[in-house]
C-alpha cells in the first residue's frame, strides 16, 4: 500500500519527503530502505507499541510501515502530456491514496507557477487534470464495450457505469464523490481511475505562522473547501519537518518544546495516511517480538493470521485475542487471561484495530 505525494511544482513536495525519508532513516528498529530516489518507507508510530514492549521486553519491535511516493511533475496540461505529463500519471496510477500539497506559505523567493498563493486554484487545478485523465479511459472504454452492449448482458451494464462515470466528470466531479451500489463499486474499481483514490490535503505554512499557531487565510480556504468534500486537511511546515527529521531525538524534543508542538507534524501524515488506506493494526506480542501487523479494515481472523505465516491460515483453529484497551487495563497478557478479558474467536471473526492476538493453528 502506498501514498502518493502530489501538487503543483514549488509546493514542497519534496520537503516534506524529505522529511519523511530522514524520519525513517532515523528510526532503528525498522531496516528503512529508499528503494527509488522518489520512493521511502516510514514506521507508523504508534504508542501501543511503546507500552507492549514495555511490558514484554521483547527482543525486537516492529512497526508497520507505510510507502510514500514524491510525484513529481503535475502541471497545468498534464493529462494532454505536457512537461512530465504521462510519466506522472502512470505513477499515480499505481498508488493507493493521494497526499495533495498545497502551498498556503507566502516567500517571494520561491516563484508560484500560477503567480500567486492560492490554495482552492491550486487544488482544482491538479483535480482537473486527473478528471480529464479519467474521462480519457472512460471514453476509450465506453467505445470498446458499448459495441458489445446489444448482446450482453454485462457489457449493458458496464456502460451504464461507465455513462454514469462519465456525467459525474462532465459535472467536475471526482468519482470518489459519486454513490454506487456494491456491484457497480467491484467494476469501478477495475477500472482504476485516478479521481477514486482517497485524498488528503497538506497546508504547507510557513514556519512563522507555525509557530505563532495562527491560523492564515489559505488555510482557512482550503479547509472549508475540504470540508466539502469530506476530506480532511493537515497543517504543516514542511521546511520544520525537514529540520526536525534531520536531528537527534534530544535535540528534536529540544527544538518542538521550543516552537511549542507536542510532536513533529510528520507523525500526524503518517497516522491519517495509514487511516486514509484504510488499515488498521493488529498485533503479536511476546519476548522474542512485538509485531505491529497491518490489515485492511474488514479483514477476518484467518487472512489476519495469513499475513504472519499461510500456514496459519490454512491450520487456522482459532484466535485468542485481547483488545489493547483490556490489555492496558490488566497490566500483562497473563492477567488478562486470568480476568477473563481474553476471547476465543472464530473463523467469522473481523479482525479490530488494536487486537493483540495469539492465532492457534495446525498443519
Ligand atoms: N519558506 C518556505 N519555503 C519552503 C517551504 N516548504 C518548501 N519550501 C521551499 O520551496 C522550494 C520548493 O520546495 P520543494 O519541496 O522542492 O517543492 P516541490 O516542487 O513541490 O517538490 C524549496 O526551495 C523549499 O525549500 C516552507 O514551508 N516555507
Ligand atoms: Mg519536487
Redesign the pocket.
Known sequence: MEIGIV?L????????FNAITKAGAECANYPFCTIEPNVGIVSVPDERLDFLSKIEKPQKVIPATIKFV?I?GLTKGASKGEGLGNKFLSHIREVDAILN?VRC?E?SN?VHVEGSIDPIRDVEIITLELILADMEVIERRLQKTSKLARNDKKAAFEVEVLEKIKKGLDEGKPVRALQFTEEEKSFVSQLMLLTSKPVMYVA????EDLISGEENQYVKQLKEYAEKENSQVLVI???IEEELASLSDEERNELLREYGLAEPGLNNIIRHGYSLLGLITFFTAGPKEVHAWTIKKGTKAPQAAGKIHSDFEKGFIRAEVISYEDLVKAGSQAAAREMGLMRLEGKDYVMQDGDVVVFRFNV
Open positions: 501538487g511544482p514549488n509546493v514542497g513536495k519534496s520537503t516534506l514524491d513529481a500539497v506559505f516567500d520561491i504547507n505554512i510557513s514556519e511546515s514542511a521546511k
